[in-house]
């Protein structure tokens, strides 16, 4: 990085990492750094009067950095680092800040249909707006048609536009256009009390309820300085682990349903069932939500419970096993996912996209590890990593990490740490600035906050890893036929809720 | 490879006993189903569903609903892909602004007799998302409702029993 941000001043109460307050040069020579590939953006959100970025210049710390919004404009990141764009976009149409040189300037997340302009800005009111009215990128060409689809989808899942241009059955551009259940989470989250914004974080997107309460709960544990008791750690990643296995298991079988192998579907529908079930038993609640709380943890593990997950592990692990080897003998269904979708390692690097898109295209990356928390930091484990970036990639990625998850699970469950499971969180200093990064199954998820000098959050942000894999989609589909969408889009499996937000 | 297949026919079968329609369920559907459409479905009926601002939680217990421990299917309920196919709308999430006209676009392609579920705490009371800038609100605000089923989010078992109740409300012999 040309500006060594360690010659700063931080500001003052912001952990585990340095906040820095720059000037509008200083960021744009950052921008100009990460467009040059010198280090990864984790995220860039606004707030009234402000602009702030996370960003990882390995081997140093991760940063964030803040800029002063002037006469409602900051320099474009964008313009020098693609991934930024969306995020530039977003805090347009939240805050009503310009990026100044923004290579696209058209709404983001505002479809004209809220009444108003810069809701977390100037709050201006607005006309409504017909929410087809958007401009798509043209594509010019002979033969050339269009194939316009959703936000209403065919199957059981979040609504979202995908417009294909295709040529025959290739295609030739696909554009996003997301947004749809955006639901002002940002801006709900000002003002409430750290108990009932947890509760609104385990909803940013529910797959990842876990993962989101695990790095909201870090975050306000680094504001206020004070730690969760070691038993309580574990039982966080225990809970992540059944997360990443269930989400896995969900999508391995529904990837090969897209190639309309209904059979490992149906066993790897149970496998998840199975695992929602024990943790409904050990826990109280099928997805776990609500159960990571800052400070620590709902509920406690009970030896017999430690002992039902036990018994799910010695009885999953054999079975998958059986249904992965009749994944990798069955040509017909490879055939479909070999060569498919191929996200180059070039792409994934710039995007810094996490979770199994990342790490199928070879960027060795995983929070657990790089940016490590307990009770992660406490041991190794095996990382896959991948080079072919295809669908199939992306199958044994989860593959693999399932196997990491029963690893870590078993050495967790077999010798669970003694004492509490909480600890009061509301800490020495209320006032403070937290942040936290945790491996969600998607990838790493970020969690920023501010705590007001009463502890209520006076702004919270939560950066979900689709952020940076929703945009490679659009590149690993390209070329490939228009039925291979649906095995491309499962293989990333993005969250609509946790982009829109 | 063979083994798996011979073992899938000759396990036993990993679908559970169906629930009792839910009591409070049949209630509030009882009341919205006139006799006249009772005979119209044969015992099938077609589900389109809708997330129209989820945080995506309840559509993993909807899909569960396929799986072969619930099996939705063995009583006579599927999903389908087009609303103009369908007889109930499964509606989930708090409407967002930007999913209104989508919704509404979708409840009136579908064909008269319908019934709309509103799944979850969100779709039945708008949830932690309540007063957002974002957000219109609670389903009913938008389109009719005909049953609420809530849970934040509701279990597969209790997606059930609120469907069997529908179900058997919708196609009684009168």
Redesign the interface.
């Known amino acids: 990085m040309p500006i060594t941000l360690s010659s700063l001043t931080p500001v003052a109460n912001h952990r585990p990492w340095n906040r820095y307050e720059v000037d509008g040069a200083a960021w744009e020579a950052i921008g100009a750094s990460l467009g040059k590939g010198e280090g990864d953006l984790l995220g860039l959100w606004g707030e009234p009067g402000a602009v702030h970025m996370a960003l990882r210049s390995a081997p140093e710390p991760p940063a964030v950095v803040s800029l002063a919004v002037r006469a409602g404009t900051f320099p474009s990141i964008g313009k020098y680092h693609p991934p930024a764009i969306r995020l530039e976009r977003a805090i347009m149409d939240l805050y009503g800040y310009t990026a100044t040189g923004a290579p696209d300037e058209r709404p983001w ?1 505002d ?1 004209g ?4 302009r810069a ?1 977390l800005g100037a709050r201006e009111p607005a006309l409504l707006r017909d ?1 087809a009215d958007y401009a798509f990128q043209s594509v010019h060409g002979e033969g050339l048609h269009q194939i316009p689809v959703g ?2 989808h ?6 979202g536009h995908f417009r294909f241009t295709a040529n025959g059955e290739t295609v030739a551009r696909l554009e996003e256009r997301l ?7 940002d ?2 989250l000002t003002d409430l009390d750290s108990d ?1 914004a947890a ?2 974080v385990a ?5 990842s ?1 876990v993962a989101l309460s695990f790095a909201f709960a870090r975050a306000l544990e680094a504001a206020r300085a004070v730690e969760a008791p070691p038993r309580a750690q574990v039982i966080r990643a225990v809970m992540a682990e059944l997360e990443r296995m269930a989400n896995h298991f ?1 999508d391995i079988g529904a990837i090969c349903n897209d190639a309309a192998f209904a ?1 490992l579907h ?2 790897c ?2 496998f ?2 199975r695992v ?1 079930a024990v943790s ?1 038993q050990v826990f109280g609640h ?2 776990m ?1 609500d159960e990571i709380l800052p400070g620590g943890v709902r509920h406690d593990i009970a030896a017999e419970g430690a002992r039902a997950l036990l018994a799910l592990l010695d009885e999953l692990e054999p079975r998958f096993d ?2 992965v ?2 994944y990798d ?2 040509p017909s269904l490879l055939d479909r996912t070999r060569t498919t979708g191929i996200v180059s390692r070039e792409l994934v690097t710039r995007w810094a996209a996490g979770g199994h898109v990342g790490r199928a295209s070879g960027r060795d990356f995983d929070a657990r590890r790089d940016l490590a928390y307990p009770p992660y930091s406490q041991g190794t484990f095996k990382i896959p990593v991948l080079e072919a970036g295809d669908v199939d990639a992306r199958l044994w990625i989860r593959v693999h990490e399932i196997e990491t998850s029963l690893a870590l699970l078993r050495g967790w469950l077999a010798a669970l740490p003694d004492g509490p499971v909480r600890v009061d969180a509301a800490g020495a200093s209320d006032a403070g600035e937290g942040v936290a990064v945790v491996e969600a199954f998607r990838g790493d998820l970020l969690v920023w906050l501010r705590l007001a000098s009463d502890g209520r959050i006076a702004r919270c942000h939560v950066r979900d890893p689709s952020w940076f894999q929703w945009p490679l989609l659009e590149a690993a589909i390209e070329g490939n036929i228009v039925a291979d969408f649906p095995l491309c889009n499962k293989s990333f499996n993005c ?3 946790g982009q ?1 937000v | 490879m063979r083994t798996l297949l011979l073992k899938s026919l000759f396990a036993r079968s990993a679908t559970i006993a169906a629930p009792a329609a839910g009591e409070g369920a049949l209630a509030e559907v009882g009341r919205a189903l006139e006799q006249r459409v009772r005979r119209l479905f044969g015992r099938s009926i077609a589900i389109r569903e809708v997330d129209a601002g989820s945080c995506n939680g309840c559509e993993l217990e909807i899909h569960a609903l396929n799986n072969a421990v619930y099996d939705v299917e063995r009583f006579g309920i599927r999903f389908v892909a087009s609303p103009r196919h369908a007889d109930i709308l499964l509606v989930t999430g708090p409407v967002t602004h930007n999913m209104k006209v989508a919704l509404e676009r979708t409840y009136a392609a579908t064909p008269d007799p319908k019934w709309v579920v509103a799944v979850g705490d969100c779709a039945a009371g708008c949830g932690v998302f309540e007063g957002s800038y974002a957000v219109v609100g609670k389903v009913e605000q938008v389109i009719p409702v005909d049953l609420h089923i809530r849970g934040c989010p509701p279990r597969p078992i209790d997606l059930l029993r609120g469907l069997i109740a529908l179900m058997d409300q919708a196609t009684a012999r009168v």
């Open positions: 997340l479809h249909a809220w009444g108003l809701p929410p936000p209403v065919a199957g059981i899942i979040e609504p947004g749809y259940v955006h639901k002002g989470i801006g709900l009932k509760r609104v909803r940013v997107s529910g797959d309820t969900g059979l149906s066993h529908g149970i998840r069932e929602l409904d099928r997805l939500m059986e249904v080897r009749f003998s069955t969250s609509y809720s829109d």
